[in-house]
Every structure is written in C-alpha cells, then in structure tokens.
Nanobody
Framework: QVQLVESGGGLVQAGGSLRLSCAAS????????MGWFRQAPGREREFVAA????????YYADSVKGRFTISRDNAKNTLYLQVNSLKPEDTAVYYC??????????????????WGQGTQVTVSS
C-alpha cells in the first residue's frame, strides 16, 4: 500500500503564503499521477491542482490559477503545493492524492487510489 502524509498547513493572514508538502511512501511515487484537493466544512471535496508522473504537465482549478503552484521531487518522494496570495475562501483541509501507474492528469476525486489525512489551512481576513 501507499501512505501519504501532508504537512505545512497553518494559520495565515489574507495575502500570505504557505508551502504544503505531501510525503509518500513506497517505490511507485515516480510513476504516479498526483493531485491536491481541498474540503471546507459542509462542502464537497474540490479539485485544486494535478501533476503528471514526470512533472511535465500540470493543471489547476480556475479559482487558484496564478496563485498556487504544484510541483514534485521524485528523488524525495514528495509532492508540494505552494500557495500564495491566500484568501479567506481558501480556508480548508488540503489533501494530496495519488493515482498509480498513469501518465494522465485527473481532476475527479474518484479517479485517485490513495489519500493522505489532510493538513489544515486557515486564512484570516
């Protein structure tokens, strides 16, 4: 099985930045498509960003494009999400997800095989 552990969340003021990390176990990280999702209380889990297994292709939700950057370091088995210019509406639990053995990008939660437990991001106004 694959284990994913998010970190880097916290409480920041509007306009601030954070760097979220997702540490992955196992030897399959380098050929896994990865994604970030977020979920606020009472809301559906929504897509944030996705990256292909080689890192050449990325895709972002319109709400975060230009502010967030997804990247990966396969040598460290780690996925990152740099979140800049944060807004109160970005407040949510952020989850990383993995789809094994795929070069495609995925935007639906149901397409992913493994999930982390999430890291809380809270943005104050």
């Amino acid at each position: 099985q694959v284990q994913l552990v998010e970190s880097g969340g916290g409480l920041v003021q509007a306009g601030g930045s954070l760097r979220l990390s997702c540490a992955a176990s196992g030897r399959t990280f380098s050929n896994s498509a990865m994604g970030w999702f977020r979920q606020a209380p009472g809301r559906e889990r929504e897509f944030v960003a996705a990256i292909s297994w080689g890192g050449a292709s990325t895709y972002y939700a319109d709400s975060v494009k230009g502010r967030f950057t997804i990247s990966r370091d396969n040598a460290k088995n780690t996925l990152y999400l740099q979140v800049n210019s944060l807004k109160p509406e970005d407040t949510a639990v952020y989850y990383c997800a993995a789809k094994l053995s795929s070069r495609n990008l995925y935007v639906s939660p149901r397409d992913y095989d493994y999930w982390g437990q999430g890291t809380q991001v809270t943005v104050s106004s």
